[in-house]
């Protein structure tokens, strides 16, 4: 149990489709993030959301649309996915000038 | 243009070794350095980090070494065991003016320990 609840742990869609993540945290931390996993590369941070507030879209396709409502809660909202898009989606969440990052146990997204 | 990079992309160590991952870095506005663990469909998993103001960090069988001056660390587990079998993930984080953070990930080591 690492505090981080990432719900659904495996999602299939086609690319018509449109679906959400969620994230969850119970640790009290002020930041929270997406991040991607694709096969053979490295995780690569999508948006970063600090207090509520998005300070960081690291250039990510409008496809993908993130929701912060409070700062427990964290949505990827997806609609017109490709099969590139297909890889492991991870969500973290950390103190906003603290220390380490906690993961949740990601979602696996297949796009067909 | 790869901020943290670990050049290893995998290692294989016999048990009770020690294991050594290497990581480097090329941004100085990175202040805190952290190694994560990941198991294959997990999260990564924390396991030590170090702050730009020390040079050395222990946590039982995991040390973390930084080189400032080289934009260098690396993590060293001793002794190894079949359980620290795992991707091993370096990160930086640089603190934002506004009060955030970010974490920047290195590419992975693979880690076999062999009984």
């Known amino acids: 149990e690492t505090g981080v609840t990432q719900t659904p742990r495996h999602l299939v869609m086609g690319m018509t489709n449109k679906k959400s993540l969620k994230c969850e945290q119970h640790?009290?931390?002020?930041?929270m993030y997406w991040y991607k996993q694709s096969a053979k590369k490295p995780l690569e941070l999508m948006f970063v959301?600090?207090?509520?507030?998005?300070?960081e879209n690291n250039s990510v396709p409008s496809r993908f649309s993130p929701e912060c409502p409070n700062s427990s809660h964290l949505f990827l909202h997806l609609h017109t996915l490709q099969p590139e898009d297909s890889a492991l989606y991870l969500c973290a969440s950390s103190q906003a000038r603290g220390t380490e990052a906690f993961f949740g146990q990601g979602t696996r997204l297949t796009v067909v | 243009d790869q901020q943290v990079k670990q050049n290893s992309p995998s290692l294989s160590v016999q048990e009770g070794r020690i294991s050594i991952l290497n990581c480097d870095y090329t941004?100085?506005?990175?202040?805190?350095f952290l190694w994560y663990k990941k198991y294959p469909a997990e999260g990564p998993t924390f396991l030590i980090s170090?702050?730009?103001?020390?040079d050395k960090n222990e946590d039982g069988r995991f040390t973390v070494f930084l080189n400032k001056s080289a934009k260098h660390l690396s993590l060293h587990i001793v002794p190894s065991q079949p359980g620290d079998s795992a991707v091993y993930f370096c990160?930086?984080?640089?603190?934002?003016?506004?009060?955030?953070?970010?974490?920047?990930f290195g590419p992975g080591t693979r880690l076999s320990v062999l009984p």
């Open positions: 941004n100085s506005m990175f202040d805190y």
């Open positions: 640790l009290g931390h002020n930041a």
């Open positions: 959301y600090n207090f509520k507030e998005q300070t």
């Open positions: 990160a930086a984080s640089a603190l934002w003016t506004d009060g955030g953070q970010n974490f920047v």
């Open positions: 170090i702050s730009s103001i020390k």
